[in-house]
């Protein structure tokens, strides 16, 4: 029975599943995104987030607590001064997944896992005003109020009529 088991044992062993959870974690710390399994990603999730937020108080126990999980100097030290900078004012909410489909062999769900400050694309620069319907139709009958008539411009001749 399964009785309070309530994570993902991704059926490997428990050595085998910290290890991989760990080079994971290097690797998105490292790369900011990587391809997975949504499994894999979900418990990736819950294990690099926590370290995050850990790395948002720069002491010498903050550090190496997250050594000890991570085993890698190279990755703490990113975490802890590129990351930990982006992520500051964040109250949690560290990573982001986007399922992208399936695998060829297997036909495994696939996603991909990132960072969720380090993707310029999907990047919010300016929140966009809450409006309620009544609000929005207000300011929509505003808008066309005030808006001036465009007058149509006569239309420039083409190459092709200079021509002949």
Known sequence: MRHNRKFNHLGRTASHRKAMLANM???LIMHKRITTTV???KALKKYAEPLITKSKQDTTNSRRVVFSYLQDKN???ELFSVVAEKVGDRPGGYTRIIKTGFRQGDNAPMCFIELV??????A????KAKRTRRS?????AEASAEAPAVEEAPA???PAETAE
Do not use: H, L, Q, R
Request: glycine share 0%.
């Open 75 to 77: 990755a703490v030290t």
């Open 124 to 127: 919010k620069t300016a929140k």
């Open 25 to 27: 974690t290097i690797s």
């Open 136 to 140: 929005s139709k207000k300011a929509a």
């Open 39 to 41: 499994a894999k990603a």
């Open 117 to 122: 400050d380090f993707d310029e694309n999907m």
């Open 156 to 158: 420039a001749e083409t």
